[in-house]
Structure formats: structure tokens, C-alpha cells
């Protein structure tokens, strides 16, 4: 079966630009996790969703991000106000049951460019 | 504080010449180990995970170890294709699912 995908692959926008970027889960898998890798950095945890709920948003670096998974499925990551220093890979991943359960698998990720 | 701190930072190879990659980590309640190779322009491929101290796994020439305080990584006669950068992180078990990763090791192997 198909493994995370991520939307889009690239994205460059200017300083105070409004993005949003999509991440596919694994299907089937309930728990979805939103990271933040930057460059020669290990991923850096933001956000875990079990089903349509955060059940922890306690790595979003402040109220400029924003995640929603309304369904349960497909996830969005908004970022308001751009600035230079969000520039970076912006990681999804799914795991098929959440909290201390199960691996989780990793999309490609969207690399964020703030000019 | 939880906290994963990997050496070395970069390790260069020749083909066939094993080594070990470290993972130190302190965790308020370890709940599990994750080892993960991630090649340019891509994301974390899942190697393995770990559970208990002694626990041992092993994939093709990868071998992962855990102790109470640190896991080794150990690749024996390494390839040109095992050339990536080699993540671990740490589960706390008091802290739902998300992963705390170390910086990673940037291994090459020349032929």
C-alpha cells in the first residue's frame, strides 16, 4: 500500500505569507504526528493527533501554527505571519494505533522556504 | 530534562571496515528506542526498535543494542548503500507517542 505522502514537495513564500501544507497518513493508521527537521538537526516534534483530536500540540513554537485533521484521515499544518526562521523540512508521520504504540512511518516532507 | 545526544557527528568508511554508531539518551520512563536512516532530500526510514536493556535486533549488516543509558547502532562490513544519516530517538513513557530524535550521524562509506 501507498506510505505517507506530503503536499506539496516544495513551497517558497515571503515573509508574512499565510502556507498550508497536507500530509496523507498511511490508510487505516489513527495517529498522525507533525515534526520539524532543520538542517543537520534530528526532526523536531510539533504536534499528535489520535483520530480528528490534538491530543498533544505541546511542541507548536507558538500561536502562528496551527493543525487540523477534521476527519480523522489527511491532516493540514497552517503557519500564519511566515517568518525567515520557519524555514525548514516539515516532516509528517503516521502509526497505526498512537500514544507509546507501534512504529512510526515518515512522508518525504515539505520543505518550507521564507524568503 | 529527556534528552538524545548521538556521536559521532559524521563517520566516513571504507567498504568492508565495521564500526558503531552511539545513542545516549536520559528519559523520565523509557518506553522504547527507535532507530531510523534518513537519506537526502527524504524522510526517516524505520530500522527497529528497542524495548528493554539487552534487547538486541538485527537487520542485513545493521545490529542495534540498547542498555539503560545508551544503544549502539553496529554495521558490520558496511557498503556504499548504507551511506545515510542514521537517526535515534526515545518514546517516554509518561508523554503519549511522540519521539524525541538526537541530531543523527552522517555516515559515508567509500568503496
Known amino acids: 500500500g501507498a506510505g505517507v505522502s506530503q503536499t506539496p514537495s516544495n513551497k517558497v513564500t515571503e515573509k508574512g505569507k499565510y502556507v498550508e501544507l497536507r500530509c496523507d497518513p498511511i490508510?487505516?493508521?489513527?495517529?498522525l504526528y507533525w515534526y520539524r527537521q532543520s538542517l543537520g538537526q534530528g526532526p523536531e516534534f510539533l504536534i499528535y493527533?489520535?483520530?480528528?483530536?490534538?491530543?498533544?500540540d505541546s511542541g507548536l513554537p507558538n500561536d502562528r501554527f496551527f493543525a487540523v485533521r477534521p476527519e480523522g484521515s489527511v491532516s493540514t499544518l497552517k503557519i500564519q505571519r511566515t517568518e525567515r526562521g520557519d524555514s525548514a523540512v516539515y516532516l509528517c508521520?503516521?502509526?497505526?494505533?498512537?500514544?507509546?504504540?507501534?512504529?512510526?512511518?515518515f512522508g518525504p516532507g515539505t520543505r518550507l522556504t521564507v524568503l | 530534562e529527556d534528552q538524545v545526544t548521538q556521536s559521532p557527528e559524521a563517520l566516513r568508511l571504507q567498504e568492508g571496515e565495521s564500526s558503531s554508531l552511539n545513542c545516549s539518551y536520559t528519559?523520565?520512563?523509557?518506553?522504547?528506542l527507535f532507530w531510523y536512516r534518513q537519506d537526502p532530500g527524504k524522510g526517516p526510514e524505520f530500522l527497529f526498535t528497542?524495548?528493554?536493556a539487552g534487547e538486541e535486533k538485527e537487520k542485513e549488516r545493521l545490529k542495534a543494542t540498547l542498555t539503560k543509558k545508551e544503544s549502539f547502532l553496529h554495521i558490520t562490513a558496511p557498503k556504499p548503500e548504507d551511506s545515510a544519516t542514521y537517526l535515534c530517538?526515545?518514546?517516554?513513557?509518561?508523554?503519549?507517542?511522540?519521539?524525541?530524535f538526537g541530531q543523527g550521524t552522517e555516515l559515508s562509506v567509500k568503496p
Open positions: 508521520a503516521s502509526s497505526l494505533l498512537g500514544g507509546s504504540s507501534g512504529e512510526q512511518f
Open positions: 490508510s487505516g493508521h489513527t495517529a
Open positions: 493527533f489520535q483520530g480528528t483530536g490534538a491530543a498533544d
Open positions: 528519559v523520565s520512563g523509557l518506553r522504547g
Open positions: 528497542l524495548y528493554s
Open positions: 530517538a526515545v518514546q517516554a513513557s509518561n508523554q503519549g507517542g511522540k519521539l524525541i
